[in-house]
């Protein structure tokens, strides 16, 4: 159990253009999600946290007019980066919580290799 | 903001050989996880420890808790090269916080 599935694997768009990723989590009900950032050789920096029915908070640094969160159902999020830049290329994760701490702890989707050209 | 220092960043030994990863804080955790992670996925939970003092064992991994709660080990007994990988450990604060992750330690195991 405890599934988050993520779409799209990779993704190329051009610079300016905005992409949208889905967070899906496929057999619970998550009502909070959270985006991460991996750059190559680097560890995970949690970008947002996406709460149901509610705005998005935003860790120090993170432009929320940039990286638009939407979590309109218990079981999807979507982060859309607009007006993407080179700099923006990077590997983005999400990740759910399935209700509460349980055994399964946080449970990430696959991770999404963004590429700005 | 509650940092976690992860060492080594960089191991490769040879195969059948011991290792231990670490991973320190001046911040009080409410769990501590520890991930694996292949290149282009996305991280896999191996095991949660929760209380101060714990030990986990997953095989040949053994896990364990500082009993304050700020630091956490992971020791690989006879490693073997299938165990090649990056290895993240990621602390809870508690409730439905995001994590905190180490830098990460890229562990090659040489045949």
């Known amino acids: 159990g405890a599934v988050v599935s993520q779409h799209p694997s990779r993704v190329i768009c051009k610079s300016g253009t905005s992409v949208k990723i889905e967070c899906r989590s496929l057999?619970?009900?998550?009502?909070?999600m959270f985006w991460y950032r991996q750059f190559p050789k680097q560890s995970l920096m949690l970008m947002a946290t996406s709460n149901e029915g509610s705005k998005a908070t935003y860790e120090q640094g993170v432009e929320k007019d940039k990286f638009l969160i939407n979590h309109a159902s218990l079981t999807l999020s979507t982060l859309t980066v607009t007006s993407a830049h080179p700099e923006d290329s990077s590997f983005y994760i999400c990740s759910a919580l399935p209700g509460q701490l349980t055994n399964y702890g946080y449970t990430f989707g696959s991770g999404t290799r963004l590429t700005v050209v | 903001t509650q940092l976690l220092e992860q060492s080594p960043q960089f191991l490769s030994i040879q195969e059948g050989e011991n290792l231990t990863v670490y991973c320190n804080s001046s911040s009080v955790f409410s769990s501590l996880q520890w991930y694996r992670q292949e290149p282009g996925e996305g991280p896999v939970l191996l095991v949660t420890?929760?209380?101060?003092?714990e030990v986990k064992k997953l095989k040949r991994l053994t896990f364990q808790f500082g009993d304050a709660r700020k630091d956490s080990s992971l020791h690989i007994t006879a490693a073997q090269p299938g165990d090649t990988g990056l290895y993240l450990c990621a602390g809870a604060g508690g409730g439905a916080d995001g994590l905190t992750f180490g830098k990460g330690t890229h562990l090659i195991i040489q045949p």
């Open positions: 420890v929760v209380t101060g003092g």
């Open positions: 057999d619970f009900q998550a009502t909070t």
